[in-house]
């Protein structure tokens, strides 16, 4: 579950400033899904798939978040695929907004480890609440891995018997007490630290050069939007 949210090895997008990769790939996400025609569309895609390109992602990495959209998007696409034959222009906008906003967060996800995304999002006095949120969403998501993983061992160990064999709704229960548990553990022992409701960040480093060009360069993709 987790590694679902770990950052991709090699990315070349991986040194610049958290910043600037979150208003950039924002950005453009928001332009795209702005899109008003097939054109402008089009030209923003071309864009993005240069900057995905130039991430040395590999195809597989790329076709894997594809797939994660594809039951959504293909829905709405083939509803209004039925609803306004023959004009398929609203069905293919559909697609290709979906995929477009998708490769560009994908990018902001692969070059950035949450920490640096969590203060990012704080320097740029993001409500925190949401970067709170945001950032216990992930660490439990991990508890409740970590739980599960443990359950599994112990099952293992006691009986030896198969996941088919194992009746889910009593072990599900079980993952849930467990992990409420160990959850209030965690935020008793965040307490007896002084945790304030705010996430402890460091000092901020300028923007350089190239941080600067990343997100100019993403929020370009507004452009098409004025001559579509």
Same mark, same amino acid.
């Not at 770990?6 to 070349?12: F, H, Y």
């Given at each position: 579950m987790s590694g679902a949210f770990?950052? +991709?090895?090699?990315?070349?997008w991986a040194d610049l400033d958290s910043r600037a990769k979150i208003l950039g790939t924002m950005g453009g996400a928001l332009a795209i899904s702005a899109a008003p025609t097939l054109a402008a569309l089009g030209l923003q895609l071309v864009a993005a798939g240069a900057v995905v390109a130039g991430s040395r992602l590999s195809l597989r990495w790329v076709l894997q978040r594809c797939a994660l959209v594809?039951?959504?998007a293909a829905m709405m696409a083939a509803f209004l695929a039925f609803e306004r034959a023959p004009d398929y222009a609203p069905s /293919? /906008? +559909?697609l290709g907004k979906a995929y477009g906003s998708v490769l560009l967060l994908g990018i902001l996800v692969a070059s950035t480890p949450v920490p640096e995304l969590v203060a990012g999002l704080q320097r740029l006095r993001v409500p925190a609440v949401l970067v709170v949120t945001a950032s216990f969403t992930y660490r439990y998501a991990q508890l409740l891995e970590q739980e599960w993983g443990r359950m599994d061992r112990a099952r293992l160990s006691r009986s030896g018997r198969t996941p088919r064999q194992v009746a889910w709704g009593p072990r599900l229960a079980a993952l849930f007490v467990r992990s409420w548990d160990r959850g209030e553990r965690v935020a008793a022992a965040m307490t007896a630290r002084g945790f304030t409701g705010r996430l402890p960040v460091g000092p901020a480093q300028a923007l350089r050069a190239g941080d600067y060009a990343f997100a100019a360069g993403l929020l370009l993709l507004v452009l098409p939007l004025f001559f579509g």
């Open positions: 770990s950052p +991709v090895d090699g990315c070349r594809t039951p959504f /293919l /906008l +559909v």
